[in-house]
């Protein structure tokens, strides 16, 4: 696992390898955006950047491929939520330990219907939850 800085400047430069993209990857990038941005601030950077990195991978944009505007807003609020129930933490790394059951792949269909969530419509803006409140 990159270290931050490294897992950072990658991102930013939008040179980090599809494989190393990952999950973890995402929220430990969402991390660092909170730990330095407002939220909404925080989600049009990473907008940006998810969308710059995947266009650098060759990734062309699809309406069921690519950037997901609801995915992205609700890691942001999950990752924000777990960060307020967390001390001060010196790593992404050491936040992924403690909050990887809570912020498990599956965790926005706790609040969202699969077909909700999948929506083309979800993927192009953000929608409300269907299932509980964020």
Do not use: C
Not at 9 to 18: C, D, G, I, K, V
């Amino acid at each position: 696992m990159k270290p931050d800085l490294a897992l950072w400047t990658a991102f930013s430069a939008a040179t980090l390898p599809e494989a190393e993209w990952t999950h973890e990857a995402h929220l430990r990038v969402a991390w660092m955006h909170l730990g330095r941005h407002a939220l909404d601030e925080a989600h049009l950077l990473m907008r940006v950047g998810i969308i710059r990195l995947n266009a650098a991978q060759g990734l062309v944009e699809t309406p069921a491929r690519g950037y997901h505007e609801t995915l992205t807003r609700v890691w942001l609020l999950l990752v924000a939520a777990a960060m307020r129930d967390t001390p001060a933490l010196e790593d992404s790394i050491a936040f992924l330990q403690i909050h990887t059951a809570r912020l498990h792949k599956d965790a926005p269909l706790r609040h969202y219907s699969r077909v909700r969530l999948l929506s083309v419509e979800a993927r192009a803006r953000f929608v409300e939850p269907d299932q509980a409140p964020l």
